[in-house]
């Protein structure tokens, strides 16, 4: 069973850092776009950061300059380093990755579980 789990969230003072970790696991044989999704209480859920399997990348623009993606092809596993937070930035946070499991050999998205990130003034 392909699963994502993520780490990082945390409370931080405007102007703080954080990073989110996100790995994927289970019968995989490949992963290819990750990215990072927010939702913060009554707003939709919106795409923050996504890198593709050949390194395109995408940033919300009210992230850019202070958001960076990653990933490391070997572990599977892409990170968000989050500086210059502001309160506006507060959302549970979603890793979302595109997998081809060998069982299936089939294109799937599948969903972290949410991480909290709270930016306090």
């Known amino acids: 069973q392909v699963q994502l789990v993520e780490s990082g969230g945390g409370l931080v003072q405007a102007g703080g850092s954080l990073r989110l970790s996100c790995a994927a696991s289970?019968?995989?044989?490949?992963?290819?776009?990750m990215g990072w999704y927010r939702q913060a209480p009554g707003n939709q859920r919106e795409l923050v950061a996504r890198?593709?399997?050949?390194?395109?990348?995408y940033y919300l623009d009210s992230v850019k300059g202070r958001f960076t993606i990653s990933r490391t092809s070997a572990e599977n596993t892409v990170y968000l380093q989050m500086n210059s937070l502001k309160p506006e930035d507060t959302a549970v946070f979603y890793c979302?990755?595109?997998?081809?499991?060998?069982?299936?050999?089939?294109?799937?998205?599948?969903w972290g579980q949410g991480t909290q990130v709270t930016v306090s003034t």
């Open positions: 979302n990755a595109d997998i081809v499991d060998h069982a299936t050999m089939t294109l799937k998205t599948y």
């Open positions: 289970g019968s995989i044989f490949s992963v290819n776009d």
């Open positions: 890198i593709g399997r050949s390194g395109t990348l």
